[in-house]
């Protein structure tokens, strides 16, 4: 059987309780957490895979990402204190 290569940006946030929280722009609600980044890799992998069988499952259609970002950088102003 044919298999389909899906691209997804995922964004990982450093948690307060330390690891990584992860996050998918384009499936709003697929989330998941790892201890570290490498877990939080795997885990997102693990969890991308799930939820996209489950919408192929429901019949739904599977959304694709157009827009990719090049780059991601932190941005710093200064603004008078109040």
């Known amino acids: 059987m044919k298999q389909k290569i899906y691209n997804y940006i ?11 929280n992860v996050s998918f722009p384009a499936l709003p609600g697929c989330v998941t957490f790892g201890r570290n980044f490498e877990d939080a890799k795997k885990r997102a992998e693990e969890i991308l ?9 429901q019949g739904e259609e599977i959304p694709t990402t157009k827009h990719r970002p ?13």
């Open 70 to 82: 090049i780059v991601v950088d932190e941005i710093q102003v200064s603004l008078p204190a109040r």
């Open 49 to 57: 895979k799930l939820w996209l069988e489950e919408l192929a499952s």
């Open 10 to 20: 995922a964004i990982f946030d450093s948690a307060e309780e330390g690891g990584f």
